[in-house]
């Protein structure tokens, strides 16, 4: 154990990047053997958020706040499209410096108009003001946020996902790809780990924005949006047997107020593996939800991050990890944890995922193990009281992560293949296994997460 965690620490400290003498964040992966993917040198900031909570853990600040700071800066290279402008409240998915002997040092960003499908990264902007959140909460340091300009940010991101569109429900609508899954998987619409992220981000914004005469329609605004979204999130994407049966027997093409199956979905369209596989005193949240569309897979993410912040009751969150004691072959194997259950397959997968070979079944993001997933597993574990699931779970990974030089994720039923295309030396897959040991040594970390007075 010790010699994992050492290789993790020296890991993580060689993959600081420094822009004009200072560190502002940590590359993606440091793959000795290549070839590492163009854009495996960027910080991205969703990877960026373990190795900061570790960071803070350790005491170091000032990473995690110059971070946030040069994220803010690289707002001013969005580039226009004539015609069409990218939010100005977007915030970038990964930047990276480039030394160059003559003209020295410069950074640049890629707000998904670099990426593979070119897919904006809706999560980037929640994970910003989520770490702000933590951030402040570690380090005690309130001025940061007090700034004039991340005060705007602030508003200029609320008023972004808080702005009237074609919708009726509280979740956020976004388009395939956006978070942490960035290709095309099925995910588009109101994806779960969009919704336990923006719900993060809103109670976080409550305790960052300025408490003003002028902020006050905009608080109440996000008060409101905050507890609709959760209670939402509470009776339309839970699904234990019992609420199964209903659905099993919903009666459909129902009009008008009073209806029960208000979204319309078919009976039919409930997959066969969900009614064998859920065990009656488990449940979990579904994936995502629209008209006539209930996607019944699990996604390891969004029920973790749902735990974490508060959106799942004491009850509903105790029987997720119920599901992951369970069916931990499924949902865990021989590495913590899969991403998705369970994989599509065949012409599913060709209409799903538009026939990408990176995401065939039991791969990537499609039923891949991400070691990632420990920390967020670890947290929603201790959170709900199973901290015999986390030392398990501990364990299981740090048997095989660091002779396998800290692979991106692992392919096969039990995880137990190092993924096919799978970086080595991933950074975040190191920095999510010594979060998740930091927090085993200390439970009383679960506080600088978000959650409100009742989470
Ligand atoms: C992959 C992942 C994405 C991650 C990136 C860098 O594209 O899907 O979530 O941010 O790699 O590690």
Not at 163 to 175: A, D
Request: proline fraction near 5%.
């Amino acid at each position: 154990m010790k010699d994992a965690i050492d290789s993790a620490i020296e890991l993580l400290a060689s993959s600081v990047m420094t822009f004009r003498g200072r560190p502002v964040g940590t590359v993606a992966a440091m793959d000795p053997a290549g070839p590492v993917a163009a854009n495996y040198h960027d910080c991205f900031v969703r990877d960026f958020v373990p190795s900061a909570l570790v960071f803070m853990a350790d005491g170091n600040h000032a990473i995690v706040r110059n971070f946030l700071l040069t994220i803010l800066e690289l707002r001013s290279q969005h580039i226009g499209v004539y015609g069409h402008e990218l939010e100005p409240a977007m915030l970038p998915a990964s930047f990276q410096v480039i030394h160059d002997p003559e003209s020295g040092e410069t950074i640049s960003a890629d707000f998904g108009d670099q990426a593979i499908g070119r897919v904006a990264p809706v999560d980037a902007l929640m994970w910003w003001v989520i770490l702000l959140g933590i951030y402040q909460r570690m380090s005690g340091d309130r001025a940061l946020a007090l700034e004039s300009g991340v005060q705007r940010a602030l508003r200029s991101i609320l008023d972004l996902t808080l702005k009237e569109g074609f919708e009726v429900f509280p979740t956020l609508l976004v388009p395939d790809g956006s978070f942490m899954i960035d290709r095309r998987m099925g995910v588009y619409g109101h994806p779960l780990e969009i919704q336990a992220l923006f719900y993060g981000m809103l109670i976080t914004t409550l305790e960052l924005l300025l408490d003003s005469h002028e902020n006050q329609a905009l608080i109440d605004l996000v008060t409101q949006r905050a507890s609709s979204l959760r209670s939402y999130l509470r009776l339309f994407y839970w699904l234990d047997l019992r609420q199964l049966r209903t659905i099993h027997r919903y009666k459909t093409e129902e009009f008008g107020s009073g209806s029960i199956n208000m979204l319309n979905i078919y009976p039919e369209s409930i997959p066969e593996w969900v009614a064998d596989w859920l065990p009656d005193r488990a449940g979990y949240l579904v994936g995502n939800l629209g008209p006539g569309r209930m996607d019944f897979r699990f996604f390891a993410l969004g029920n973790l991050l749902s735990i974490l912040f508060g959106i799942t009751t004491r009850e509903e969150a105790a029987r997720i990890m119920l599901l992951y004691s369970d069916r931990w072959p499924d949902l865990v194997g021989e590495m913590p944890c899969k991403l998705v259950y369970p994989p599509v397959a065949g012409k599913e997968w060709m209409f799903m995922t538009g026939s990408d070979p990176k995401n065939v079944p039991l791969s990537y993001h499609n039923g891949g193990n991400w070691p990632v997933l420990l920390w967020a597993f670890t947290a929603a574990a201790l959170k709900t009281g199973r901290g015999d699931l986390a030392q398990l779970a501990l364990e299981t990974a740090e048997r095989t992560l660091p002779a396998d030089q800290w692979p991106e994720y692992y392919d096969g039923k039990r995880g137990n293949l190092i993924g096919r295309r799978a970086h080595l030396n991933q950074i975040w897959t190191a920095a999510g296994y010594l979060m998740a040991h930091r927090l085993m040594e200390d439970e009383s970390l679960l506080r600088f997460f978000p959650r409100d007075s009742d989470g």
